[in-house]
């Protein structure tokens, strides 16, 4: 298949550029979008036929969900068949549009093999003008799963996408970095017992700053309960040398790293640790206390962990608070060992 690469700006969105991927999309087939979190995989969330070539391009197991993404209230309702309560409403009001997902009771309009026969969908309203731009201009919602083959780690820059489907899908919107540079918070409000299924880019915190009575899911305290959410099921966000996780505060993981010989390892950590060590191949994930700036670096230095003419990698963790968790949640999936240093 030959991948039209359709060039945009997010500050200048050209109508013609943008109706190349409408057009694409209405004939069920497959672009890649920018969007705040990570590049996702988009097509007609309400054909079957389109919704089957995402998993083909993917590789991914259809038992895995996909988030809609939508861009008004009035397709988000179409899409649910739920009310939307005062505690649902408060929600939205504080962070949609951006880096949310909730999960519904999904109406007849949102086909099985999207909610890989639950009764309930995801459903995301995107902050990002190409993003809502392009769902606007098409007039039906978009599933839109990370633009990357299964397992990989997720894309930020387009330059990721044409990497893993190039050839695979017919299109791919080129456009600047993802800002948030992590998949969206999924919070489960289909029932009166609302729960974090996945940890992203809106933390517990901030969460329970709206609603108090919000916690996370048994299944992400209890890895062999069964996920409820994309993106936990399955092994997601490797790269293809082993990756060691190390855990502790700062002080004990500089003096392990300081015994060990780094010199064909990869040292993926903060500033911090990298300013006290001399490892001779290594990659910034920023300050230890900027967790934004950490997220956008993240999985950028899994994919350049691809050139880098080392055997393996180290990556070290952050605290569990705020979007530190999401990192961690992150980083463990992606590697393949954890150690945490007393």
Not at 197 to 220: F, H, M, N, W
Not at 297 to 315: A, G
């Amino acid at each position: 298949m030959n991948t039209q690469l359709i060039y945009l700006k997010t500050d200048h969105i050209s109508e013609n550029k943008l109706l190349k991927a409408v057009k694409i999309l209405q004939e069920d087939h497959c672009v890649a979008i920018p969007t705040e979190t990570v590049y996702g995989l988009a097509a007609n969330a309400l054909s079957e036929l389109a919704i089957k070539r995402i998993f083909e391009a993917k590789g991914r197991p259809s038992d895995n969900p996909l988030i809609v993404h939508v861009s008004n209230m009035d397709m988000l309702k179409r899409c649910i068949q739920q009310d939307l309560s005062i505690r649902i409403t408060a929600i939205i009001d504080a962070f949609w549009p951006g880096p949310l997902t909730l999960v519904f009771k999904k109406s007849e309009l949102i086909p099985e093999v999207v909610s890989a026969h639950l009764d309930t969908v995801g459903i995301r309203w995107p902050a990002h003008p190409i993003a809502l731009a392009l769902i606007e201009a098409s007039g039906f919602p978009l599933a839109a799963p990370s633009a990357n083959v299964s397992g990989r780690p997720s894309p930020t820059k387009a330059e990721h996408v044409l990497h893993d489907l190039n050839g695979k899908i017919a299109g791919i919107i080129m456009a600047e970095q993802s800002v948030v540079g992590v998949e969206s918070t999924v919070l489960d409000v289909s029932s009166d017992d609302f729960r974090i299924l996945r940890k992203g880019g809106v933390s517990l915190e901030s969460l329970q700053q709206i609603d108090p009575s919000i916690t996370y899911d048994d299944a992400l305290a209890h890895p062999e309960l069964t996920p409820k959410s994309p993106g936990q099921k399955y092994k997601h966000y490797a790269p293809s040398k082993p990756m060691l996780a190390l855990s502790g505060n700062i002080e004990s993981l500089v003096s392990h790293l300081k015994t060990m010989n780094l010199e064909h390892i990869l040292l993926i950590s903060v500033d911090e640790i990298l300013n006290q060590l001399n490892a001779p191949y290594h990659l910034s994930l920023g300050s230890l206390h900027d967790h934004e700036v950490a997220m956008n670096r993240l999985f950028d230095c899994l994919r350049e962990s691809e050139t880098i003419p080392v055997d393996s990698i180290i990556i070290t963790g952050f605290d569990d608070a705020g979007l530190g968790a999401t990192l961690n949640d992150r980083i463990g999936k992606a590697s393949s060992q954890k150690l945490t240093i007393i």
